[in-house]
C-alpha cells in the first residue's frame, strides 16, 4: 500500500499538472500561437527559454528510457513529450510514481 507521504506527492504533482494543462487551455483560447511563438524566437530570451525547455524535455526522456527500458510505449511517451510538454510529463509521473518510490526504497535497503 502506498503511505501517505507518497500519495501526497502524487496529488500534489497531479494538481501542478491540471494547473499547467488549464493554463494551456486558457492561453489558447486567448493568444494567436502563431504571433506568440513568433514574439518569443524574436526575443534572446525566449530562445534561451525554448531551449531550456526542451533540454528538460530531453532530460525527462532520457529518466523515461531509464525507468521503463526501450520498449515501444517509452518512444510513445517521448515522442508526446515533445509536442504536450510537461503535462504529461507530470501524467508519466503520477503513474509511475508507486513503482519509482519502491525501486528507490529497495536501492536504499540494500
Known amino acids: 500500500m502506498e503511505n501517505q507521504s507518497s500519495l501526497l506527492w502524487r496529488v500534489v504533482f497531479g494538481a501542478l499538472g491540471i494547473g499547467l494543462a488549464a493554463l494551456i487551455v486558457w492561453a489558447s483560447l486567448n493568444a494567436n500561437f502563431g504571433q506568440s511563438f513568433s514574439a518569443i524566437v524574436a526575443d534572446p530570451w525566449g530562445v534561451v527559454s525554448l531551449a531550456d525547455l526542451y533540454l528538460g524535455f530531453f532530460i525527462f526522456a532520457a529518466f523515461v528510457f531509464l525507468v521503463d527500458g526501450a520498449r515501444p510505449t517509452s ?28 525501486r528507490l526504497s529497495d536501492r536504499v535497503s540494500q
Open 75 to 102: 518512444f510513445v511517451w517521448v515522442i508526446a513529450l515533445m509536442f504536450l510538454g510537461n503535462v504529461l510529463a507530470v501524467v508519466w509521473l503520477v503513474l509511475r510514481w508507486p513503482s519509482l518510490m519502491r
